[in-house]
């Protein structure tokens, strides 16, 4: 008899949750987790197959990833102590992501969000370039399944997560059960967070091209995300962002943007452009590029830091996150994060409700307005003209 697909989200995170902690114990023994293996634990949480609809290769990838949260929340700590330098951190987290399958199967919805993971080692640099402490409140705006906000984590900051997708929300909040989290469409993320959620410093890896309710691929959809996280940051905080290799300080198209961020209290500290291949076991080879903005006011706005080299390899980014990424400047403001409560928002974003006040009686001297209906029609001859001012009539009273 086929599996009934499970359609709440509440249900599928459990579910993948469950198939990351069957993952977990191989990961941990550093076996490879192929697609038989992976199958397996995917058909045991779920209870059924693929084939009938129990679950998706998708949420099986999903799984991996919490696996690998679960495994560094377990010996992250004591993988930074036997480290002893960023260097050798790095080399585990590519041992680790080298045991897991590569991405090759995706969904429409994996499309229209761009659901591109951020590859552990990837994960690592941008956390060494955030600098983030245990004195951090660190926001991420697209927390997908948390492989950035586990090292904010690993560094004892305090977390605030926003994920807009039901199911990734519905894991996180399993993963990160005690963590603040929100719906919300990270693209205004400054314009519909508590005033209480102040962060010190951001990490985000947000669409490349895509906006919410938008049916056609937006060149300037990345900085859209980054100017409203960047507005949200505390005076002299941080932001790292993960983005298409195209938006640069260099680039003629989008260097405006980055001078116009400037003028608003911005500075480009550092940018470089990543080879595809760091990305390709997530299911795209696309370029993509870590830059790092401090919420400090540059000497000469018009003046942006050109990009660095393209690195090739995830060892040759972190050499030049550490040779050029200068220590966090301080705090010249206060930060915080509103207490846990459930996934907040939704998919769409909900308008923020006012009390409706109550509707005051008519004072005693006041005066009925008098007026004529009038049939609708509409206006003369149906298009504008090439006057200074249209003519119109009135059609209603609100």
């Known amino acids: 008899k086929a599996a009934v ?10 579910c993948i949750f469950e198939a990351a902690k069957l993952i977990l114990p191989d990961l941990s023994e550093g076996r490879v987790i192929d697609a038989r293996m992976l199958r397996g634990a995917m ?20 799984a991996c990833e919490a696996a690998q949260v679960l495994f560094l929340r377990k010996f992250g700590a004591a993988m930074q102590a036997r480290a002893q330098s960023p260097q050798a951190m790095l080399g585990m987290m590519e041992q680790i992501a080298g045991l897991l399958p590569r991405h090759t199967r995706r969904t429409q919805e994996s499309e229209s969000f761009q659901q591109f993971s951020t590859p552990l080692p990837l994960a690592l640099i ?16 697209s927390a997908g399944t948390g492989l950035l906000a586990i090292f ?45 959620v102040r962060p010190s410093a951001v990490i985000m890896n947000p669409p490349f091209s895509v906006l919410l309710n938008v049916d056609r691929r937006m060149g300037d959809a990345a900085f859209l995300h980054i100017c409203s996280a960047f507005a949200r940051l505390a005076q002299g905080s941080r932001l790292v962002a993960i983005t298409g290799a195209n938006v640069s300080p260099d680039d003629p198209l989008t260097k405006p943007l980055f001078i116009r961020l400037q003028a608003q209290g911005g500075q480009v500290l550092f940018s470089c452009a990543i080879d595809g291949a760091v990305y390709a076991k997530h299911g795209t080879t696309i370029e993509t590029r870590l830059t790092v903005i401090d919420k400090i006011a540059p000497a000469d706005p018009q003046f942006v830091l050109p990009s660095y080299s393209p690195a090739c390899t995830a060892a ?9 990424v200068p220590a966090r400047a301080e705090l010249s403001s206060a930060i915080g994060v509103a207490a846990a409560r ?17 509707v005051a009686s008519c004072p005693p001297n006041a005066v009925e307005l008098a007026y ?27």
């Open 5 to 14: 697909p499970l359609r709440a989200p509440e249900k599928i995170a459990t």
């Open 43 to 62: 058909e045991q949480a779920f209870g059924g197959s693929d084939a009938e609809g129990a679950w998706s290769w998708k949420e099986a990838y999903e």
């Open 126 to 141: 941008a956390g060494i370039a955030a600098g983030v402490t245990a004195a951090d409140v660190v926001l991420e705006p």
């Open 152 to 196: 904010a984590e690993l560094a004892g900051a305090r977390l605030a997560l926003n994920e807009i997708a039901e199911a990734r929300a519905a894991l996180l909040s399993v993963l990160f059960s005690n963590v603040p989290l929100t719906r919300h469409d990270a693209a205004s993320i400054h314009d519909r967070l508590e005033d209480g």
């Open 316 to 324: 040759e980014l972190l050499a030049k996150v550490i040779e050029g």
């Open 342 to 358: 459930p996934i907040a928002g939704s998919a769409r974003s909900r308008p923020i409700v006012r009390q409706a006040r109550p």
């Open 372 to 398: 004529e209906p009038i049939e609708w029609k509409p206006v003369e001859a149906g298009a504008l003209t090439d006057a200074l001012y249209e003519s119109y009539a009135l059609q209603s009273i609100p």
